[in-house]
Protein backbone atom coordinates (compact mmCIF):
# COMPACT_ATOMS: atom_id res chain seq x y z
CA UNK A 1 0.00 0.00 0.00
CA UNK A 2 1.19 3.59 -0.98
CA UNK A 3 2.32 5.77 2.06
CA UNK A 4 -0.02 8.90 2.84
CA UNK A 5 1.54 12.00 3.92
CA UNK A 6 0.73 13.29 7.42
CA UNK A 7 1.97 16.01 9.27
CA UNK A 8 3.67 15.35 13.23
CA UNK A 9 0.26 17.17 14.30
CA UNK A 10 -1.86 14.96 12.47
CA UNK A 11 0.14 11.70 13.26
CA UNK A 12 -0.13 13.29 17.45
CA UNK A 13 -4.28 13.88 16.74
CA UNK A 14 -4.78 10.41 15.66
CA UNK A 15 -2.27 8.80 18.08
CA UNK A 16 -4.38 10.80 21.05
CA UNK A 17 -7.58 9.58 19.84
CA UNK A 18 -6.58 5.97 19.57
CA UNK A 19 -5.36 5.71 23.39
CA UNK A 20 -8.72 7.41 24.14
CA UNK A 21 -10.29 4.76 21.97
CA UNK A 22 -8.74 2.35 23.46
CA UNK A 23 -8.55 3.03 27.30
CA UNK A 24 -11.40 5.17 27.88
CA UNK A 25 -14.24 4.33 25.16
CA UNK A 26 -13.77 0.61 24.46
CA UNK A 27 -13.81 -0.08 28.10
CA UNK A 28 -16.89 2.30 29.05
CA UNK A 29 -18.69 0.42 26.37
CA UNK A 30 -17.72 -3.00 27.59
CA UNK A 31 -19.07 -2.30 31.03
CA UNK A 32 -22.41 -0.71 29.42
CA UNK A 33 -23.09 -4.04 27.41
CA UNK A 34 -22.44 -5.93 30.40
CA UNK A 35 -24.74 -4.20 32.63
CA UNK A 36 -27.30 -4.20 29.52
CA UNK A 37 -27.00 -7.96 29.75
CA UNK A 38 -28.04 -8.01 33.39
CA UNK A 39 -31.07 -6.74 32.59
CA UNK A 40 -32.62 -10.09 30.81
CA UNK A 41 -34.06 -10.14 27.33
CA UNK A 42 -31.32 -8.93 25.01
CA UNK A 43 -34.21 -9.13 21.91
CA UNK A 44 -35.98 -5.86 23.42
CA UNK A 45 -33.13 -4.10 25.09
CA UNK A 46 -32.42 -0.71 23.93
CA UNK A 47 -29.62 0.03 25.60
CA UNK A 48 -27.60 -3.43 24.63
CA UNK A 49 -28.10 -2.80 20.80
CA UNK A 50 -27.20 0.81 21.68
CA UNK A 51 -24.05 0.27 23.11
CA UNK A 52 -23.39 -2.84 20.63
CA UNK A 53 -23.57 0.09 18.00
CA UNK A 54 -21.48 2.22 19.57
CA UNK A 55 -18.97 -0.73 20.06
CA UNK A 56 -18.87 -1.75 16.38
CA UNK A 57 -18.04 2.34 16.05
CA UNK A 58 -15.27 2.13 18.15
CA UNK A 59 -13.60 -1.40 16.49
CA UNK A 60 -13.85 0.22 13.22
CA UNK A 61 -12.56 3.69 14.17
CA UNK A 62 -9.80 2.11 15.93
CA UNK A 63 -9.05 -0.01 12.91
CA UNK A 64 -9.79 2.86 10.74
CA UNK A 65 -6.84 5.05 13.04
CA UNK A 66 -3.74 2.00 12.80
CA UNK A 67 -4.48 1.55 9.15
CA UNK A 68 -3.40 5.19 8.43
CA UNK A 69 -0.68 5.58 10.91
CA UNK A 70 0.89 1.80 9.47
CA UNK A 71 0.77 3.69 6.12
CA UNK A 72 1.69 7.30 7.29
CA UNK A 73 4.53 9.12 6.22
CA UNK A 74 4.78 11.45 8.76
CA UNK A 75 6.45 14.78 8.05
CA UNK A 76 7.84 17.33 10.12
CA UNK A 77 8.70 20.46 8.45
CA UNK A 78 10.05 22.45 11.72
CA UNK A 79 13.01 19.63 10.91
CA UNK A 80 13.36 20.43 7.55
CA UNK A 81 15.87 22.98 6.07
CA UNK A 82 13.65 26.06 5.04
CA UNK A 83 14.10 26.19 1.54
CA UNK A 84 11.86 28.98 1.09
CA UNK A 85 9.83 26.03 -1.34
CA UNK A 86 6.38 25.25 -0.47
CA UNK A 87 6.33 21.97 0.72
CA UNK A 88 3.80 19.46 2.07
CA UNK A 89 3.31 20.84 5.70
CA UNK A 90 4.46 24.47 5.02
CA UNK A 91 2.19 27.13 6.27
CA UNK A 92 2.09 29.60 3.10
CA UNK A 93 0.29 33.45 3.60
CA UNK A 94 -0.89 34.13 -0.62
CA UNK A 95 -2.27 37.39 -1.50
CA UNK A 96 -5.98 37.36 -3.82
CA UNK A 97 -5.75 39.92 -5.94
CA UNK A 98 -9.59 39.36 -6.94
CA UNK A 99 -10.96 39.71 -3.28
CA UNK A 100 -8.00 42.02 -2.21
CA UNK A 101 -7.13 39.80 0.77
CA UNK A 102 -4.79 37.54 2.22
CA UNK A 103 -4.90 34.31 3.40
CA UNK A 104 -2.92 31.60 5.29
CA UNK A 105 -3.07 27.73 4.47
CA UNK A 106 -1.33 24.81 6.08
CA UNK A 107 -0.67 22.15 3.75
CA UNK A 108 -1.68 18.63 4.95
CA UNK A 109 -3.24 15.41 4.07
CA UNK A 110 -6.20 14.40 3.23
CA UNK A 111 -7.67 12.90 6.57
CA UNK A 112 -6.46 16.43 7.95
CA UNK A 113 -7.66 19.13 6.04
CA UNK A 114 -10.11 21.53 7.22
CA UNK A 115 -10.86 24.95 5.72
CA UNK A 116 -12.35 26.48 8.19
CA UNK A 117 -8.96 25.95 10.32
CA UNK A 118 -7.06 26.61 7.23
CA UNK A 119 -5.72 23.20 6.50
CA UNK A 120 -5.80 22.03 3.16
CA UNK A 121 -5.45 19.05 1.48
CA UNK A 122 -2.22 18.31 -0.56
CA UNK A 123 -4.18 16.81 -3.56
CA UNK A 124 -6.46 19.97 -3.40
CA UNK A 125 -6.22 22.54 -6.61
CA UNK A 126 -5.18 25.39 -4.52
CA UNK A 127 -2.45 23.37 -2.90
CA UNK A 128 -1.54 21.07 -6.01
CA UNK A 129 -0.80 24.59 -7.68
CA UNK A 130 1.47 25.85 -4.57
CA UNK A 131 3.70 23.24 -4.63
CA UNK A 132 7.08 24.22 -5.51
CA UNK A 133 6.84 27.49 -5.42
CA UNK A 134 8.40 30.53 -3.99
CA UNK A 135 7.96 33.76 -2.00
CA UNK A 136 6.94 36.19 -5.07
CA UNK A 137 5.61 33.60 -7.79
CA UNK A 138 2.37 33.23 -8.90
CA UNK A 139 0.22 30.26 -8.42
CA UNK A 140 -2.16 29.25 -11.22
CA UNK A 141 -5.01 27.57 -10.10
CA UNK A 142 -7.67 26.12 -12.56
CA UNK A 143 -10.76 25.96 -10.33
CA UNK A 144 -14.36 25.27 -11.55
CA UNK A 145 -15.47 29.20 -11.42
CA UNK A 146 -12.65 29.65 -13.70
CA UNK A 147 -8.66 30.18 -12.78
CA UNK A 148 -7.54 32.23 -10.53
CA UNK A 149 -4.19 33.65 -9.50
CA UNK A 150 -2.36 33.97 -5.97
CA UNK A 151 1.00 35.56 -5.51
CA UNK A 152 2.96 34.20 -2.48
CA UNK A 153 3.71 36.09 -0.06
CA UNK A 154 5.64 33.88 2.87
CA UNK A 155 6.72 30.46 3.43
CA UNK A 156 6.60 28.97 6.81
CA UNK A 157 8.04 26.06 8.06
CA UNK A 158 6.36 26.14 11.69
Given at each position: ?49 AARE ?105
Amino acid sequence: MNKVPLTKAGADKLEMELRELKSVRRPKVIQAIAEAREHGDLKENAEYHAAREEQGFIEGRIKDIEGKLSNAQIIDVTSMKDTGRVIFGTTVVIYDEDEDKEITYQIVGEDEANIKAGKISVSSPVAMALIGKEVDDVALVKAPSGDKEYEIVAVKYI
